[in-house]
């Protein structure tokens, strides 16, 4: 279990100044980011903040006891961002270049009162972002939209595990110099590639096998699976380590796993590359995939798939997100409670006004 995920009140007025607003306002501040970032990095950082939700969290810290929460909620896993600031996103390209934008996003911290005061406004979320991202960038001479992503992913960090937690992580880098030697156009490459068949393989049906890739950090971490075989059932014949010992929610391969039958939302993965692969989303994932709370959309191939029902018909790469749950339906039966009261309420009041 992680750690329990409650944060103490804001200590700086750049703190309060994130934590006064709610998830549909980080929703608005993606959305206006995200043509401006990278494409290496614009599914990532959306897979990101869906790996992240601050709707939960919001219901953690609020939670008399935020554990007993966790545990109706069926977290298994490291839900926790405070226990992740320097590994969560090392999926993002933008990850490299963390040590820069961790320090540029603490300094903006520590001028933001005054931004807010000289200014009248320090301006948007939004248009913050962006204002960190283009100072990193001309200092390390890179494209601004190779930033965004991660310095968005720094703010949310920012609001979810506090300031004083991300000033303590070292801000390291992840990856090894072969990794970090790759270019965006190199990686695009690699996620868009399908295995070759063979010289007869314009012949092959069922037989055609595919590259599934769960971390692009590590040329060992991938596995081959059948045409139209699901993520989950060619994870299961992956024997190279074991993965009972790194993670026990993974008892036959990379992929987390347990039911087989979009029952529990053990095998959720973001999808980096080749989404377009993978057959359209069926009623049952659409249904539990809403019901679990990790993506709500009418997409027949999303980035959040469910690994037991995601078929692949090409190579995909995918990432692993370190926790897994059951809050969406929770969240959707609170919010319709708490309509009924607010409605019950009015319709009170205006039967008071009305005797008046």
Same mark, same amino acid.
């Given at each position: ?149 991660? @310095? =968005? ?5 920012? %609001?979810? #595990?506090?300031? +004083?937690?991300?000033?303590? /992580?070292?801000?390291? $880098? ?122 709500? @959309? =009418? ?5 959040? %798939?469910? #690994?037991?029902? +995601?078929?692949?018909?090409? /190579?995909?790469?995918? $990432? ?37």
């Amino acid at each position: 279990m992680s750690t329990t995920a409650t944060q103490a009140p804001a200590e700086t007025p750049f703190e309060d100044f994130l934590m006064q607003h709610d998830e549909a306002w980080w929703d608005e501040a993606l959305a206006q980011l995200l043509p401006s970032i990278h494409e290496v990095d614009r599914n990532a950082t959306q897979i990101w903040f869906a790996f992240y939700p601050l709707e939960l969290l919001r219901e953690l810290e609020q939670a008399d006891d935020p554990e007993a929460l966790m545990r109706e909620l069926l977290i298994q896993g490291n839900y926790y961002l405070g226990d992740q600031i320097d590994s969560s996103h090392k999926f993002l390209y933008g990850h490299r270049f963390w040590p820069e934008v961790k320090k540029a996003v603490e300094e903006h911290a520590d001028l933001w009162h005054g931004l807010q005061s000289s200014n009248g406004a320090a301006g948007s979320l939004a248009d913050q972002i962006k204002a960190v991202a283009r100072e990193v960038a001309e200092v390390l001479k890179v494209d601004q939209s190779l930033l965004l992503g991660i @310095t =968005a992913v720094a703010f949310m960090t920012v %609001r979810q #595990a506090g300031l +004083a937690a991300f000033r303590t /992580a070292a801000g390291e $880098v992840l990856l090894d110099d072969k990794h970090l030697k790759k270019s965006p156009t190199h990686i695009l490459k690699e996620r868009s590639k399908d295995d070759g068949q063979g010289l007869l393989g314009f012949l092959k049906t069922v037989d055609k096998k595919w590259t599934i890739t769960f971390d692009e950090s590590d040329d060992a971490a991938h596995y081959k699976m059948n045409n139209l075989q699901d993520l989950a059932w060619g994870a299961s014949e992956d024997h190279s380590r074991d993965w009972r010992a790194i993670d026990p929610r993974r008892p036959e391969g990379p992929i987390p796993v347990e039911c087989r039958s979009a029952a529990c939302g053990t095998c959720w993965v973001g999808v980096l590359g080749g989404a377009e692969k993978l057959a359209p989303v069926a009623a049952r994932e659409s249904t539990r995939i809403k019901e679990f709370g990790y993506i709500d @959309t =009418a997409e027949p191939k999303p980035l959040i %798939r469910l #690994a037991c029902q +995601a078929q692949a018909e090409g /190579a995909v790469s995918i $990432v692993i997100p370190p926790w897994n749950g059951f809050f969406g339906k929770y969240l959707k039966e609170k919010k319709k409670a708490a309509a009924g009261v607010t409605a019950k309420d009015a319709t009170i009041l205006r039967g008071k006004i009305n005797k008046q």
